[in-house]
């Protein structure tokens, strides 16, 4: 099982803000297990914090802004991408602004302070999203559309159209976040000079210059125009009838914008609150509408709080009826575990086929068959009495009694036709021979009762 990460010791950079054009200091601390990432306005009175999730965003122009009630901050997108694609669940993050620094326009000056400090694992588990079903978001005004499919890990894909002749058509895949620090982190920002005017009037890219994004002159003007708008953000002048990009440091990549995008759509997914296992397919993609992904994202995992495990029915259970017989005193009709298909050292999967039968059912209802929810919590221990019997040598010689159950909820009936799927973790490690579980119980996506409960194991006579 897969633990949560977070700094091992805090890191600073300093640059200026692209939109404000303010002198910036961010600062990147380690936090606690389920932390999240949350951001830390030092330079405001009572150093107000906020939370980095997606209902948090206030506006989506030129970048991502937080914003609760009067505190606010700008462009994060990029810190957030590094962090979540290297791993970091928990941090909080100081700024001293109302955004935070721009720096060359990409995150590679925050993955490579990240690395410089390392990442720390926690004790609490990675808490994983998986993606079971295909999930979208459309804007027909623009043709941006991203839909996410299942997938064993998380990657994107995304694709970008411009109606430029410099910049048309391109496309970028991350299908492994561990090659995002060589081929995404230092992908820049980038903007039309048809745009730089446009963006100026309402106040924004104040602190833009050749050195912290792409520009791309595409439009032939006139070389008075084009020099004006050269010193509004102090940059060298320009032959106007040389059309192309206007850098100093030439492009990374040529489909480096697309790659950029890719690295918004990381950052903008950090907002979620949870690592993700899918695939994103992103088509014209920009914040607004990675935002109202984000955010159906998040209303989804709401509905699924309690995700069922996933099994492969033709995969070889790890034990087997057998095997479970060996291990546990249960026979007919009270072996209510058919076979075990994962088991870690803090958790185990296993599974239990309820056919028409079950003895049971004869009089738990002859016209109405429900399976007794105490049975339902007895095959939730016998499942835990595994997890706790493959921690200690010699398992066949033990058995597991109850000693206290408590929480237990039946949410949906079960009947016969049914394949339940128990789901049961440690709470706390095995000490003195007693143990306290968390168990649930699913017929297929639905969690149908769920229980927590205190055993201990006993060696046989």
Same mark, same amino acid.
């Given at each position: 099982?897969?633990?949560?990460?977070?700094?091992?010791?805090?890191?600073?950079?300093?640059?200026?803000?692209?939109?404000?054009?303010?002198?910036?200091?961010?600062?990147?601390?380690?936090?606690?297990?389920?932390?999240?990432?949350?951001?830390?306005?030092?330079?405001?009175?009572?150093?107000?914090?906020?939370?980095?999730?997606?209902?948090?965003?206030?506006?989506?122009?030129?970048?991502?802004?937080?914003?609760? *009630?009067?505190?606010?901050?700008?462009?994060?997108?990029?810190?957030?991408?590094?962090?979540?694609?290297?791993?970091?669940?928990?941090?909080?993050?100081?700024?001293?602004?109302?955004?935070?620094?721009?720096?060359?326009?990409?995150?590679?000056?925050?993955?490579?302070?990240? @690395?410089?400090?390392?990442?720390?694992?926690?004790?609490?588990?990675?808490?994983?999203?998986?993606?079971?079903?295909?999930?979208?978001?459309?804007?027909?005004?623009?043709?941006?559309?991203?839909?996410?499919?299942?997938?064993?890990?998380?990657?994107?894909? =995304?694709?970008?159209?411009?109606?430029?002749?410099?910049?048309?058509?391109?496309?970028?895949?991350?299908?492994?976040?561990?090659?995002?620090?060589?081929?995404?982190?230092?992908?820049?920002?980038?903007?039309?000079?048809?745009?730089?005017?446009?963006?100026?009037?309402?106040?924004?890219?104040?602190?833009?210059?050749?050195?912290?994004?792409?520009?791309?002159?595409?439009?032939?003007?006139?070389?008075?125009?084009?020099?004006?708008?050269?010193?509004?953000? *102090?940059?060298?002048?320009?032959?106007?009838?040389?059309?192309?990009?206007?850098?100093?440091?030439?492009?990374?990549?040529?489909?480096?914008?697309?790659?950029?995008?890719?690295?918004?759509?990381?950052?903008?997914?950090?907002?979620?609150?949870?690592?993700?296992?899918?695939?994103?397919?992103?088509?014209?993609?920009?914040?607004?509408?990675?935002?109202?992904?984000?955010?159906?994202?998040?209303?989804?995992?709401?509905?699924?709080?309690?995700?069922?495990?996933?099994?492969?029915?033709?995969?070889?259970?790890?034990?087997?009826?057998?095997?479970?017989?060996?291990?546990?005193?249960?026979?007919?009709?009270?072996?209510?575990?058919?076979?075990?298909?994962?088991?870690?050292?803090?958790?185990?999967?296993?599974? @239990?086929?309820? =056919?028409?039968?079950?003895?049971?059912?004869?009089?738990?209802?002859?016209?109405?068959?429900?399976?007794?929810?105490?049975?339902?919590?007895?095959?939730?221990?016998?499942?835990?009495?595994?997890?706790?019997?493959?921690?200690?040598?010699?398992?066949?010689?033990?058995?597991?009694?109850?000693?206290?159950?408590? %929480?237990?909820?039946?949410?949906?009936?079960?009947?016969?036709?049914? =394949?339940?799927?128990?789901?049961?973790?440690?709470?706390?490690?095995?000490?003195?021979?007693?143990?306290?579980?968390?168990?649930?119980?699913?017929?297929?996506?639905?969690?149908?009762?769920?229980?927590?409960?205190?055993? %201990?194991?006993? @060696?046989?006579?």
């Amino acid at each position: 099982m897969l633990k949560q990460n977070t700094l091992k010791g805090s890191f600073s950079l300093c640059g200026k803000g692209l939109h404000t054009g303010l002198n910036l200091t961010v600062t990147f601390n380690p936090a606690p297990e389920n932390h999240g990432y949350k951001i830390q306005r030092i330079d405001l009175p009572g150093m107000p914090i906020l939370d980095a999730i997606a209902e948090n965003v206030s506006e989506t122009t030129r970048g991502t802004v937080l914003a609760k *009630g009067e505190v606010k901050c700008s462009t994060v997108e990029h810190a957030l991408a590094a962090l979540y694609a290297l791993g970091v669940d928990n941090c909080l993050i100081q700024v001293n602004g109302p955004e935070m620094p721009i720096l060359d326009g990409s995150a590679e000056l925050y993955v490579e302070q990240i @690395k410089r400090v390392g990442v720390a694992e926690q004790n609490a588990p990675k808490d994983y999203y998986v993606i079971k079903k295909k999930l979208e978001v459309r804007d027909e005004k623009t043709g941006s559309c991203i839909t996410i499919l299942p997938d064993e890990e998380f990657s994107i894909t =995304t694709m970008i159209s411009f109606d430029s002749k410099v910049l048309n058509s391109q496309f970028a895949t991350l299908d492994n976040m561990a090659n995002f620090e060589k081929e995404i982190a230092p992908s820049r920002t980038f903007v039309f000079v048809r745009e730089i005017e446009q963006l100026l009037q309402v106040g924004l890219i104040k602190g833009g210059d050749l050195d912290n994004a792409i520009v791309i002159y595409e439009n032939e003007t006139t070389q008075e125009a084009l020099d004006k708008l050269a010193d509004a953000i *102090g940059v060298a002048h320009h032959d106007a009838r040389v059309k192309g990009y206007l850098n100093h440091k030439p492009l990374v990549w040529e489909n480096e914008p697309a790659r950029h995008k890719l690295l918004d759509i990381i950052g903008d997914m950090a907002l979620i609150g949870k690592p993700i296992k899918g695939r994103i397919i992103a088509t014209r993609p920009g914040h607004t509408i990675n935002n109202k992904f984000a955010r159906l994202m998040r209303k989804e995992i709401r509905a699924h709080e309690i995700q069922a495990p996933a099994f492969d029915c033709n995969e070889t259970p790890i034990m087997d009826v057998n095997r479970i017989r060996e291990l546990l005193p249960h026979r007919y009709p009270m072996q209510l575990v058919d076979k075990v298909v994962a088991l870690g050292p803090t958790s185990i999967v296993a599974v @239990k086929n309820v =056919t028409a039968n079950e003895p049971f059912f004869q009089g738990h209802f002859p016209q109405e068959p429900v399976m007794p929810g105490v049975l339902q919590i007895e095959a939730m221990a016998q499942a835990g009495g595994l997890l706790v019997l493959n921690s200690v040598e010699e398992p066949e010689r033990w058995s597991t009694y109850f000693l206290r159950i408590d %929480q237990v909820k039946f949410r949906q009936k079960v009947v016969p036709g049914d =394949t339940l799927v128990f789901k049961v973790e440690l709470l706390a490690p095995l000490r003195h021979g007693i143990s306290s579980m968390h168990g649930y119980v699913f017929v297929g996506e639905k969690v149908v009762s769920e229980a927590t409960f205190t055993a %201990q194991i006993v @060696k046989n006579k």
